[in-house]
């Protein structure tokens, strides 16, 4: 039986397809799905296209479809095409499937990450607070519990802890280093008040005057590790704690 509802995957394609189809840079950068290689490409990583039907009756096999309509000519597909795709089945497939496709999204042979925050790091700043922000939206709307849309990133994020039983409250005083583990959970709490508020300077969507200089890469190093430990830690927790 599944554990990945409709809702979620709603949700992840969503995420995915809030880009420029032509991958320019934006949140296409960071989460393009075929990264480094065009569609049908990416796309033979994880299912035999050769072997999959044709949807135009021009040619014999998915793969020959799918380099037709989005690299010979790219805009005939919508960029989200392959989510409803009932060849693909990611919409409908199993569990396994999905995240099968998630993983290969950030395979070192379809995108280098680190070249990405290399090209582009104050960018980065920017994506990294999104990337909490979906993560916390997801998990409350998994567990049925309302927010306000325009609900301020550090209060999203105290919102979903709350909620998860991960605050420093939580912790039991009587448990060994209990002092210890509220400190490194005091600091998890504190990236999502400096990301905001690197985002807020230096981030992506914010006019600039001509004498603005960005953000370096080890800073947009920094804010990216730090995010994916925290929705690491919070999508752990979510999966371990009963709804």
């Known amino acids: 039986m599944n554990k990945i509802t409709s809702i979620t995957r709603n949700k992840i394609f969503s995420f995915l397809t809030n880009v420029n189809s032509n991958c320019s840079f934006s949140l296409a ?22 072997v999959l039907p044709s949807y135009d009756s021009r040619v014999n096999d998915a793969y020959s ?34 995240l099968n496709f ?7 042979e379809v995108r280098d990450m ?29 567990r049925g519990e309302d927010y306000s849309k325009n609900l301020p ?10 909620l998860l039983k991960i605050t420093l409250e939580d912790i039991d005083e009587n448990i060994p280093e209990a002092r210890t583990m509220k ?9 999502t008040d400096g990301i905001a508020k690197l985002r807020s300077t230096y981030g992506g969507g914010h006019g ?12 947009a190093k920094l804010a990216m590790g730090s995010n994916i430990t925290l929705v690491d830690f919070l999508w752990c927790s979510h999966e371990r704690r009963p709804k």
């Open 183 to 191: 400190a490194i959970l005091g600091n998890l709490s504190g990236i």
């Open 153 to 162: 990133l550090t209060a999203l994020v105290k919102q979903c802890m709350k």
């Open 114 to 142: 680190q070249s990405m925050v290399k090209e582009n790091p104050t960018e980065s700043i920017g994506k990294a607070k999104e990337l909490v922000e979906s993560c916390c939206k997801t998990i409350l709307d998994e």
């Open 102 to 108: 998630l993983c290969e999204i950030f395979h070192p």
């Open 65 to 98: 479809d799918i380099y037709l309509h989005t690299v010979t000519n790219p805009s005939d597909y919508p960029y989200e095409w392959l989510f409803s795709d009932e060849r693909l089945t990611l919409a409908k497939g199993s569990d396994e499937q999905l």
């Open 29 to 50: 950068t960071s989460f393009c799905y075929f990264g480094n290689h065009n569609c049908p490409d990416f796309l033979s990583r994880l299912y035999d296209l050769r």
């Open 208 to 219: 600039k005057l001509a004498t603005y200089r960005g953000l370096e890469e080890r800073h």
